[in-house]
């Protein structure tokens, strides 16, 4: 499901980061920050009155060698770009400023329903300064004390009520979702130009929400397809996705609106740490992954050169040994035909679904091969398990107690689940509950 996304947005010496961080810590149970951009403060999910949603801190975007006001209008851009609703932050102590005016301008052009609040208002009788926040052209100012958290209730309020349009205009797609992640300059829109057969990726925009990504349709064997392009996105000669925190942000858009995520790696560069990252969103998000590596075409090989690349892989990603490893050339257009069975598959995989009376036989066998392990002369009885959704498969083993399953015990239950089901592409989840 397609989740909005607020930018925080505004001046330096505002109060960003600090909104930021009550947005997405307003209750503790609600957040996780998106593992590999936490450092930054960057990217982050929360929720408000049963609405889950993205927040991006643009104050992490850092466009070094930039002039200042140079900066505020990039990533006033890049939030227009990203966002479905925008939070404009201005400082209350501090009056209406040049810089203001400027965001002001940008966001008006922008089209998009923005949210203006005046920080640093810590107490009733400043409300007053709210006022002259008018001029800015951005409807009704808000007052909120991101130190004290005051009025923070009344913004998100009036962001959830732009969220209500948004999913009025979210059209029912049932097609598969297989976006294309990576590293700026890997080869992606190459790939899917490749696939496509055009010279160029032909664009099929998403009514009723902007998103970052470009979404292609594709008919493959009588099968509906969405292809979701995160390459680089250009403007007057920047390219905005040469910052490594911004790549990544654009992955994790893509991969929480995929079923099949194609991880897509340089064959001529090998495996980089960008590349771990990258690949470690779409596994926490629980998708199907399989590695592309491009430009086979460019590298020079022999028998072994394919086998111990792959060899390579598996060891820099064991987290992702479940994933495939598929080599292509975009350019030569090589190799391209054997890329959608292999979707098909982790597809498939992704949503399938076990008999209970079948996966008990197997839990048994697994059992009566490798012993439950003990503690304290206590051992760990398995007596039922169940699978409880899909996307990724989700399966529940009902025991005595769960401080007795050892997480090496946990994966071997795994790998005989997959040897027996063939799960090939897609993570799977083994979660412990007493049983009552």
């Known amino acids: 499901m397609y989740k909005p996304t607020i930018a925080v947005v505004g001046r330096p010496n505002v109060g960003k980061s600090t909104l930021f961080n009550r947005i997405i810590g307003e209750r503790k149970a609600i957040v996780e920050d998106t593992p590999g951009v936490t450092r930054d403060r960057l990217y982050a999910a929360g929720d408000w009155l049963n609405y889950e949603f993205n927040v991006i801190d643009t104050g992490g975007i850092e466009l070094k060698g930039e002039p200042l006001q140079e900066q505020i209008k990039m990533q006033a851009e890049i939030a227009i770009l990203e966002a479905d609703v925008i939070l404009m932050i201005t400082n209350g102590k501090e009056g209406v400023t040049e810089d203001d005016l400027l965001v002001a301008r940008i966001l008006q052009k922008s089209k998009k329903p923005v949210v203006l609040s005046v920080n640093k208002i810590d107490n009733y009788e400043m409300r007053s300064e709210i006022y002259e926040f008018y001029q800015l052209g951005l409807g009704e100012p808000f007052p909120v004390s991101g130190s004290h958290g005051l009025g923070l209730g009344d913004v998100l309020d009036e962001s959830a009520a732009h969220f209500n349009a948004l999913e009025k205009e979210t059209e029912i797609d049932t097609s598969v979702k297989v976006s294309l992640i990576g590293r700026p300059n890997v080869g992606k829109s190459s790939l899917i130009n490749a696939i496509l057969g055009e010279d160029r990726v032909i664009v099929s925009d998403t009514g009723g929400t902007t998103r970052d990504a470009i979404d292609t349709p594709y008919t493959y064997d009588n ?156 051992r760990l009885k398995i007596f039922y398990a169940t699978q409880v959704s899909v996307a990724p498969p989700t399966f529940v083993l009902f025991v005595n107690d769960v401080e007795l399953m050892h997480f090496s015990y946990r994966r071997y239950i795994e790998n005989q689940l997959r040897s027996a089901f063939d799960f090939t592409g897609t993570p799977i989840h083994v979660i412990t509950r007493k049983r009552n």
Do not use: C
Not at 254 to 279: F, H, P, T
Not at 298 to 312: G, H, L, P, Q, S
Not at 347 to 375: A, G, Y
């Open 223 to 378: 099968e509906e397809y969405t292809l979701i392009d995160t390459a680089g996105m250009r403007k007057r000669g920047k390219v905005y996705e040469a910052t490594e925190k911004y790549s990544v942000l654009r992955a994790n858009r893509a991969i929480e609106r995929s079923d099949v995520v194609l991880m897509v790696i340089n064959g001529e560069e090998g495996v980089l740490e960008q590349d771990k990252k990258i690949a470690g969103l779409a596994h926490e998000g629980g998708r199907a992954v399989i590695f592309l590596v491009n430009k086979w075409d460019a590298v020079e090989k022999d028998d072994k050169t394919m086998k111990n690349f792959e060899k390579k892989i598996k060891k820099e990603f064991q987290f992702l040994n479940y994933a495939p490893v598929v080599f292509v050339s975009a350019l030569k257009k090589t190799r391209l035909l054997t890329v959608f069975p292999m979707i098909r598959l982790a597809n498939d995989s992704h949503k399938k679904r076990v008999q209970s009376s079948t996966l008990n036989e197997v839990i048994v066998d697994s059992v009566s091969m490798n012993p439950t392990p003990t503690d304290k002369g206590r």
